[in-house]
């Protein structure tokens, strides 16, 4: 007789309600899979999905108390996913908008005439071969003076990665600046 999974969740999510050892962990292995997949279907990278789906196991750990019907646990767990694969898209397209609007201005803003206006316009088209997650994470640190934790914040990405793409965008601006380019970044 097979065996209904929407009684194995109820039995688990019991299970981690009552705090029996190990049982959240139960879940996991259980339904992780399941989540996994529907966060891949989601979003176009396996280290996305894989970051989407522990934010969600965050997510329904702590809102486990809320829900109402333990075998609904799948679609319940699910939407959490899905919500946060839509943050995370959010993030993106707004970081992707940041960047190309920076870059439009960047691109339009004339320098100043003499030799700091050269400078100027040499730095102007390093700053506009660079990519947008470089060109904006460099606006908001220098131009915006953010903070690395509010440019992760304004990004919606991890403050290490600010740092890794600040860390990028200095050498290719310096190997640019220094000559060594040819005619890249």
Do not use: N
Request: glycine share 8%; proline share 4%.
């Amino acid at each position: 007789m097979p065996q209904d999974p929407r009684l194995i969740d109820a039995y688990l999510v019991a299970g981690v309600r009552l705090g029996g050892r190990g049982a959240f962990a139960r879940l996991v292995a259980w339904r992780g899979p399941r989540l996994y997949t529907h966060a891949r279907r989601l979003c176009d990278d396996a280290d996305t999905a894989r970051d989407l789906v522990q934010q969600a196991w965050v997510s329904i750990w702590r809102g486990l108390g809320g829900l109402s019907d333990d075998r609904a646990f799948l679609p319940w767990a699910l939407r959490i996913v899905t919500r946060a694969a839509a943050r995370d898209l959010r993030g993106r397209l707004a970081a992707r908008r940041l960047a190309q609007d920076w870059a439009a201005v960047a691109e339009t803003e004339a320098p100043a005439a003499g030799e700091a206006g050269a400078e100027a316009a040499v730095l102007h088209r390093a700053l506009a071969v660079l990519s947008p997650e470089h060109r904006a994470v460099l606006a908001l640190f220098y131009l915006e003076e953010m903070r690395v934790a509010e440019v992760a914040i304004a990004l919606d990405i991890p403050p290490g990665t600010v740092k890794t793409r600040l860390m990028h965008a200095r050498g290719k601006l310096r190997a640019y600046l220094e000559g060594d380019h040819d005619g890249q970044v």
